[in-house]
């Protein structure tokens, strides 16, 4: 007879109330199973590192060190544990930092206790799992089987741009990495999403990596 062996998470939020509530609803399946929480970035690494979980549920937003570098020194302290954010931010930015940083998953808090334990199992599984509410729009256009590369039609400045916001840069940092104006990359942003017909910088930037942009 096989072993079951149940998923593990460690679950931080610097919210008790809905720590516990998360906690509570996910040990409520029989194969998942709450091995620890913390309040802050510094305890989720610290824990993560003593309790090895499989799965490490992450907020984004904690006091001190953030959920972005504490998924980032996770990873690559710990790279046997699966990351998932946990977050209210729909921004996408912060989905690309997330993802660069090792998030396997991006979920929105709001959602049923039963998508958050399927989640939970998709990941664990070796998936990369993001919410549909962001989801929907990432895999919009992207597969061109018989057309060009569009990225073909992107000047070498704009390439320039997409191969930054594919780092996880904001308009802002661009901007001062390349000596130019927030409003300006903006504009170029605007030409980018234009010429490759996809409605985010999400989107742009994956669909860059599919098609292969690489740095000059």
């Known amino acids: ?10 679950v931080a939020d610097d919210h008790p109330l809905f720590r516990d ?8 399946e029989p ?22 979980p499989d799965i490490l549920l992450l907020d984004i937003a904690m006091p001190g060190q953030d959920g972005i570098e504490t998924a980032r020194r996770v990873s690559a302290a710990c790279p046997v544990v699966k990351i998932m954010m946990l977050t209210v931010s729909e921004n996408e930015d912060d ?25 939970v199992r998709t990941v664990a599984t070796g998936d990369v799992y993001i919410s549909p509410a962001l989801a929907n729009g990432i895999l919009f256009e992207m597969t061109y089987v018989d057309q060009p590369n569009p990225i073909n039609k992107l000047t070498e400045r704009e390439r320039e741009i997409l191969r930054l916001v594919g780092e ?35 989107e742009a930037a994956l669909l860059a990596q599919e098609r292969r942009l690489k740095g000059s």
Do not use: C, W
Not at 1 to 10: D, H, Q, T, Y
């Open 1 to 10: 007879m096989k072993v079951f062996e149940p998923i593990r998470i460690l």
């Open 95 to 119: 989905l690309m930092k997330a993802l660069r940083a090792g998030a396997r998953g991006y979920v929105l808090k709001g959602v049923s206790a039963r998508e958050l334990a399927g989640a």
């Open 31 to 52: 194969d998942l199973v709450i091995v620890g929480q913390a309040g802050n970035g510094e305890e989720a690494f610290e824990l993560a590192n003593e309790l090895l």
């Open 21 to 28: 509530g998360v906690a509570h609803s996910l040990a409520g």
């Open 168 to 202: 996880g840069l904001t308009n802002r940092e661009i901007g001062e990495r390349l000596h130019l104006a927030e409003k300006t990359i903006k504009h170029y942003m605007t030409n980018v999403l234009q010429k490759l017909h996809v409605r985010s910088r999400v």
